[in-house]
């Protein structure tokens, strides 16, 4: 697909104009304020070390729904060996310290898939909020319809162009399956 990616509703700002910061520990910010309580915990229950009020981890862990020009979305499986082996899932992962979500993304889908992409083709969808046994997920979801490349499964995993209407056959994790409804409305 084309590189260029003016068209895309959102842009890469979206998040950052909603004062979403792609790194830990999220930030709630107010006029440029840190809003935070005596304990150092912010309005999201999240503390300077990325703990959650409930003692978890904040794990922030950026998706995408690639999207070819028949409107299917990539899907990928997880592989034997990982956490959740055997769900289809979003191609994506964990934003490293120092990365936005979209950083993350572009090395993401380049290393795991073999496409590439720029900032301007990721136009924030919506997220993901899900907490799991020792760990509270947070997944901003990014659309994708301009990339170079023919993706395949570079880490072991087998990947899939799905309709939209069909996501619902693939079981997922827990936390990809509130985002199917919101895919299924978009395309």
Known sequence: MAAGCDDQRGGAGSLRQAGFCGSLPLSLLEQGRTIVNE????????????????????????????????????????????????????????????????????????????????????????????????FHLLMPLFVCRRYEGIPQGLEGQVVKWVRPNALRDYPMPPADEPLIPILQDLL
Do not use: M
Request: hydrophobic share 40%; aromatic share 4%; proline share 5%.
């Open 39 to 134: 304990a150092g915990v912010n309005e999201a229950g999240v503390n300077e070390t990325g703990v959650t009020g409930a003692g978890k981890k904040l794990l922030l862990v950026a998706a995408c729904a690639l999207v070819d020009t028949d409107n299917r979305i990539l899907l990928a499986q997880r592989p034997e060996g990982k956490s959740l082996a055997g769900l289809w899932e979003f191609p994506g992962g964990k934003v490293e310290p120092g990365e936005t979500p979209e950083e993350a993304l572009i090395r993401e889908l380049r290393e795991e898939l073999g496409v590439t992409t720029r900032v301007a083709c990721l136009a924030p969808l919506t997220f993901a909020s899900h907490t799991y046994e020792t």
